[in-house]
Nanobody, 120 residues
Framework: VQLQASGGGLVQAGGSLRLSCAAS????????MGWFRQAPGKEREFVAA???????YYADSVEGRFTISRDNAKNTVNLQMNSLKPEDTAVYYC???????????????WGQGTLVTVSS
């Protein structure tokens, strides 16, 4: 599976961005798809994930502001980010794995990352 993330950019606090991740390869619908982020000087952290059945998972820090969704027909997973805060600034990565657990950094496939910068 190859993953290509896009959609990052510069936005003011309170604004919105939509990240997309395009996946190549077969059986996309069988994969758990996740978004992670890494801020400068910090470890990579879990942001959100969507399971093969559509169940969604969120980090407490983004619950209610971010929405993850998948389109199995297009082999894409999206992350709608609203009410952005300066602390959301990070490189965002999409990732894929076949089996649980979901909320862990141990995913099998990773995209290249896209930078999100939120100005105050």
């Amino acid at each position: 599976v190859q993953l290509q993330a896009s959609g990052g950019g510069l936005v003011q606090a309170g604004g919105s961005l939509r990240l997309s991740c395009a996946a190549s390869g077969r059986a996309f619908s069988n994969y758990i798809m996740g978004w992670f982020r890494q801020a400068p000087g910090k470890e990579r952290e879990f942001v959100a994930a969507v399971g093969s059945t559509g169940t969604t998972y969120y980090a407490d820090s983004v619950e209610g502001r971010f929405t993850i969704s998948r389109d199995n027909a297009k082999n894409t997973v999206n992350l709608q980010m609203n009410s952005l805060k300066p602390e959301d600034t990070a490189v965002y990565y999409c990732a894929a794995k076949r089996f649980a657990p979901v909320v862990t950094s141990e995913y099998d496939y990773w995209g290249q990352g896209t930078l999100v910068t939120v100005s105050s």
